[in-house]
């Protein structure tokens, strides 16, 4: 069980063949890395599915290779996007196996992860990177923060200037993260490629896959009237050892969208969550953590999230319905249309 997804294992993965799952989508939500939060989203698992079933489809027909199988229907069928009759939170999946990097403390007492597990040699695994691209910098964008705090420097991200919020960029920035550690953290592609123990041709192609994704999504959000603004993507190898789209791809989940200069993502409880005494512990215990080798920092945080607002939690909700109606082009869900939710949004 994810946090906002459950995993159900149909066939096990072998060392060297792939095996089958599926994944229930949830009306859970997670903000911060905390995990599940205290209430729910309604509609919110079946959208996520749909959206993400849709542009596994999209990519697929482009030739890139995912390791989606399909939706499960009412009657338990495997079926395609254009198939379903009724919203399922169903999707399948070609499964591999998820190797771990073990934790422990370093002689400097902080947190330490050992990734010698991956090499360039193994199989059927997914790899331990979050990879993420950058079309724009909206408010709220972790950028600004990593640039304040000298975590990155321009010349890293490949920009010649202090971004401003909002800024949309000439070319795509494509930065990469931890998966399994306790607490994500970005990394340097050449740290990144050690890692996961990835070849210089492998690294290529993961950036090649990347920006073939972005661009597809790019398309796909802005006939919706969505912008992209930037999206994360997560990869597997499979029992050949070729790359594949995993997870899932171009949700309001995975993605950043705007509509109009609003948020329609999850940075929309992001942006709620920010201003409580709980997410200021959150940050607080992070930070603490990552000094003195605590392996779990969510111990270190006294303070319980609070519940959403009843009228922001259902505009959510309408939000998640209404952009999968959209994106896919197929009105799955009884809900008004974006634009009027944007614009419940701004009254609220």
Same mark, same amino acid.
């Given at each position: 069980m994810g946090s906002v997804k459950d995993l159900e294992v149909v066939k096990k993965p072998t060392k060297t063949r792939m095996g089958i799952g599926r994944f229930h989508f949830s009306d859970r939500y997670s903000v911060f890395d905390w995990g599940e939060m205290p209430d729910h989203i309604d509609g919110k698992g079946a959208a996520l599915c749909l959206m993400g079933a849709y542009c596994f489809e999209k990519l697929e027909e482009r030739g890139i290779k995912t390791h989606y199988r399909g939706l499960v229907d009412k009657r338990g069928k495997l079926v395609? &996007?254009? %198939?379903?009759?009724?919203?399922?939170?169903?999707? *399948?999946?070609?499964?591999?196996?998820?190797?771990?990097?073990?934790?422990?403390?370093?002689?400097?007492?902080?947190?330490?992860y050992d990734y010698s597990i991956y090499t360039p040699k193994l199989k059927n695994f997914l790899i331990p990177l979050e990879i993420i691209y950058r079309n724009g910098l909206p408010e709220g964008s972790s950028v600004f923060k990593r640039l304040e705090q000298g975590l990155v420097t321009l010349e890293e991200l490949g920009l010649d200037h202090y971004p401003k919020p909002g800024e949309r960029l000439a070319k795509p920035i494509?930065?990469?993260?931890?998966? &399994?550690? %306790?607490?994500?953290?970005?990394?340097?592609?050449? *740290?990144?490629?050690?890692?996961?123990g990835l070849t210089d041709d492998e690294v290529q192609k993961i950036k090649e896959v990347l920006l073939r994704v972005d661009e597809t999504i790019t398309e796909i959000a802005s006939k919706a009237g969505l912008v992209n603004e930037d999206g994360k993507i997560e990869l597997a190898f499979d029992d050949k050892r070729r790359l594949m789209v995993a997870d899932v791809v171009g949700t309001l989940d995975e993605c950043r969208f705007t509509h109009q200069g609003l948020h329609v993502s999850k940075e929309v409880a992001r942006t709620y969550y920010r201003q409580t005494e709980w997410a200021k512990q959150v940050e607080q215990a992070k930070q603490k953590a990552r000094e003195q080798g605590i392996k779990d920092w969510r111990t270190l945080v006294k303070a319980q999230p609070p519940k959403l607002e009843p009228k922001l939690k259902t505009l959510i909700s309408q939000m998640y319905m209404a952009a999968a109606n959209e994106i896919t082009g197929r009105k799955m869900f009884d809900v008004p249309n974006l634009a009027e939710i944007m614009k419940n949004f701004l009254e609220a």
């Amino acid at each position: 069980m994810g946090s906002v997804k459950d995993l159900e294992v149909v066939k096990k993965p072998t060392k060297t063949r792939m095996g089958i799952g599926r994944f229930h989508f949830s009306d859970r939500y997670s903000v911060f890395d905390w995990g599940e939060m205290p209430d729910h989203i309604d509609g919110k698992g079946a959208a996520l599915c749909l959206m993400g079933a849709y542009c596994f489809e999209k990519l697929e027909e482009r030739g890139i290779k995912t390791h989606y199988r399909g939706l499960v229907d009412k009657r338990g069928k495997l079926v395609r &996007f254009d %198939e379903l009759e009724e919203p399922t939170n169903i999707m *399948e999946f070609h499964l591999v196996n998820v190797y771990k990097p073990k934790a422990y403390v370093g002689e400097d007492g902080k947190l330490r992860y050992d990734y010698s597990i991956y090499t360039p040699k193994l199989k059927n695994f997914l790899i331990p990177l979050e990879i993420i691209y950058r079309n724009g910098l909206p408010e709220g964008s972790s950028v600004f923060k990593r640039l304040e705090q000298g975590l990155v420097t321009l010349e890293e991200l490949g920009l010649d200037h202090y971004p401003k919020p909002g800024e949309r960029l000439a070319k795509p920035i494509f930065d990469v993260s931890t998966k &399994f550690e %306790e607490s994500d953290r970005y990394i340097t592609w050449r *740290e990144a490629q050690q890692l996961a123990g990835l070849t210089d041709d492998e690294v290529q192609k993961i950036k090649e896959v990347l920006l073939r994704v972005d661009e597809t999504i790019t398309e796909i959000a802005s006939k919706a009237g969505l912008v992209n603004e930037d999206g994360k993507i997560e990869l597997a190898f499979d029992d050949k050892r070729r790359l594949m789209v995993a997870d899932v791809v171009g949700t309001l989940d995975e993605c950043r969208f705007t509509h109009q200069g609003l948020h329609v993502s999850k940075e929309v409880a992001r942006t709620y969550y920010r201003q409580t005494e709980w997410a200021k512990q959150v940050e607080q215990a992070k930070q603490k953590a990552r000094e003195q080798g605590i392996k779990d920092w969510r111990t270190l945080v006294k303070a319980q999230p609070p519940k959403l607002e009843p009228k922001l939690k259902t505009l959510i909700s309408q939000m998640y319905m209404a952009a999968a109606n959209e994106i896919t082009g197929r009105k799955m869900f009884d809900v008004p249309n974006l634009a009027e939710i944007m614009k419940n949004f701004l009254e609220a």
